[in-house]
């Protein structure tokens, strides 16, 4: 059963505007080309199935090959090279050396000297460098594959439009330069705390978010990789659609069973601080967004699961596709592993609304730290996580069958 569609169930269930998608059997010239999970892209009729025919939404998909803050912001770079503060290696020139410094000749053999004190890590015997202090286990380390300041992590910049490349070379409708102003304004006044309710959507990023939160989906703008979101803009507000969950259910970063069922509601954001991502973390300064947020995680845990709408759901679609699942010798995994990943979908399933209501009535921690060496969690020693599949060019056990999108007619 794909994860990707019961992430999108989901989030219609919770009235969050999302893509349609539906199983499909793909034949090319007669031929079986396997079997896909076929999701609507984000375009003009997706905006106007969602928003209505008159609508005046402007839909990005900010995308960025930044590494993070660490690797640099090319945009930044290019500000500094024109303004002189950079040399521009294009053109020949060279970074200026420190006053007594003389560069090691490469050519000749030469490396940079070590720093003081430093030795360097011999790696025949199998030593590696030791990570920085701010490296985060369960991410990628500080900045990540953050998107850094180039706009992906929606945090405002300066009032150039052109600083915000990542998200306008992105657009997937069309947009004009007021539309652009018109976002950046909207992301300063985020940055400063200004008339929420004006510039985000704050009811329906408050359902994204408890859907996002539920499902784990760590492959996402709550995490360093800060991306698979679609970022909608009508009239100055703001707000989040969802995109790409084939590594939703706890796995994406997770870690173990223990921490994907026990993810704390309360600390959401996994590898960066809450300051690197403003959108969702400004309106969570409020008591009131939080509550709201709370209920949407508790419709979702006693309403949508425990109800057994869940459940049916899968249950009803796994009798459609068996058969087609069954006979298509293009899987990763083959049937086996799909009836495996079926039946542990469900059980983590199970168990993460069980986790999150105990977190909301207050019998298990709802923050991470409060979780460490704590005895209360949800117990998950029989569950195996690998059934749900993890990061992987198209499939997995869990996330059967494959996407197929525009990107797989691409390549």
Same mark, same amino acid.
């Given at each position: 059963m794909s994860q990707e569609y019961m992430s999108y169930d989901l989030m219609k269930y919770m009235n969050v505007p999302s893509s349609l998608c539906t199983f499909a059997e793909i034949k090319v010239n007669g031929e079986h080309f396997g079997f896909y999970l076929a999701v609507e892209d984000v375009d003009d009729s997706y905006i106007e199935r969602n928003y209505g025919t008159d609508n005046s939404v402007k839909a990005y998909k900010p995308e960025s090959m930044d590494m993070g803050d660490k690797q640099g912001d090319f945009d930044d770079i290019r500000k500094k090279i024109n303004n002189g503060e950079m040399p521009d290696r294009n053109n020949g020139e060279s970074p200026e050396m420190p006053e007594g410094m003389t560069p090691p000749d490469m050519n000749n053999g030469e490396f940079p000297q070590m720093p003081e004190n430093m030795t360097p890590p011999d790696r025949n015997n199998g030593e590696f460098p030791q990570m920085p202090d701010d490296f985060n286990k369960q991410g990628m380390g500080k900045g990540g594959m953050d998107g850094g300041r180039n706009g992906v992590d929606l945090k405002y910049i300066d009032d150039n439009t052109e600083s915000y490349s990542s998200i306008f070379d992105n657009s997937l409708?069309?947009?004009? +330069?007021?539309?652009?102003?018109?976002?950046? +304004?909207?992301?300063k006044n985020i940055s400063e705390g200004k008339e929420l309710e004006k510039h985000i959507n704050t009811d329906e990023v408050l359902r994204y978010l408890a859907c996002n939160v539920f499902l784990v989906n760590l492959d996402s703008y709550l995490s360093s990789n800060c991306h698979n979101y679609i970022l909608a803009e009508d009239n100055g507000q703001l707000s989040m659609l969802p995109w790409d969950y084939n590594l939703s259910f706890g796995s994406f970063q997770s870690g173990t069973a223990d921490s994907a069922v026990n993810y704390a509601v309360d600390t959401i954001f996994n590898g960066v601080s809450a300051e690197d991502r403003p959108l969702i973390a400004k309106l969570l300064e409020s008591e009131e967004n939080i509550e709201k947020y709370h209920s949407y995680l508790k419709e979702i845990a006693e309403k949508y699961v425990q109800s057994g709408i869940f459940e049916q759901t899968v249950n009803r679609l796994t009798d459609i596709i068996d058969g087609y699942v069954k006979n298509d010798t293009t899987s990763f995994d083959g049937y086996e592993a799909y009836k495996e990943g079926v039946e542990t979908l469900k059980k983590f399933t199970s168990l993460r609304a069980e986790s999150v209501l105990g977190q909301l009535d207050g019998s298990i921690p709802s923050t991470s730290e409060e979780q460490q060496n704590s005895d209360k969690l949800i117990d998950t020693s029989d569950l195996d996580m690998k059934k749900l599949g993890s990061?992987?060019?198209?499939?997995?056990?869990g996330d059967f069958p494959k996407k197929f999108d525009r990107k797989n007619t691409d390549e």
């Open positions: 409708n069309k947009t004009t +330069e007021e539309d652009e102003k018109r976002l950046v +304004e909207s992301l990061m992987n060019m198209g499939g997995g056990k």
